[in-house]
């Protein structure tokens, strides 16, 4: 799969970072998409997706192969293969890895609780909401690119932004 992937490249820059970004988190990935979908098939799809999206979005993503990189591979596997489960009209949640460093630091204003606490309000959030926080605050991406990204509209990225904030000024109260 991956002479395919790089068959779709031209720049040789490009295809020595996708190559190095299968060859070290394919398998991630794959369990990512597992984890959500229950169904190895459906991940396989999942992956080549995700994969794909890479590939065309090579040049505005910045991987550094950090926890960072493998947390924003997470996001974008995790909401493809919800993607994939409502095309198939199925309704399941798989936990999505957050980097708890990042996020406690993008939330600044939430000194008051410990980066646990913080951890642990997102990962109770819905799976939506938690990948427009993690593009938005961790990576900063700005709205529009959330929405390109994540394949929505720019209006409901800022419906997710602005529901997280709610949930979490319960929080600092």
Excluded at 35 to 62: C, G, L
Excluded at 138 to 158: F, H, I, K, P, R
Aim: aromatic letters at 10%; proline letters at 1%; hydrophobic letters at 40%.
């Amino acid at each position: 799969m991956l002479a395919f992937y790089l068959s779709m490249i031209d720049n040789e820059e490009s295809k020595n970072l996708v190559e190095r970004i299968y060859n070290t988190y394919e398998r991630f990935m794959f369990s990512v998409a597992y984890n959500v979908t229950k169904n190895k098939t459906d991940s396989e799809d999942i992956v080549h997706d995700a994969m794909m999206w890479i590939i065309n979005n090579i040049d505005r993503i910045e991987v550094d192969f950090s926890k960072k990189t493998k947390a924003l591979l997470a996001t974008i596997v995790s909401h493809k293969a919800i993607d994939s489960i409502r095309a198939n009209k199925k309704i399941q949640y798989g936990d999505i890895i957050e980097n708890e460093t990042e996020i406690f630091n993008c939330f600044g204003a939430l000194n008051k609780i410990s980066s646990i606490e913080v951890k642990e309000i997102i990962s109770n959030m819905p799976r939506d909401v938690k990948n427009v926080i993690n593009l938005r605050f961790v990576y900063g991406y700005s709205a529009s690119q959330t929405a390109e990204m994540l394949d929505m509209d720019e209006n409901a990225v800022y419906y997710r932004t602005e529901k997280a904030r709610k949930i979490l000024k319960q929080y600092l109260r």
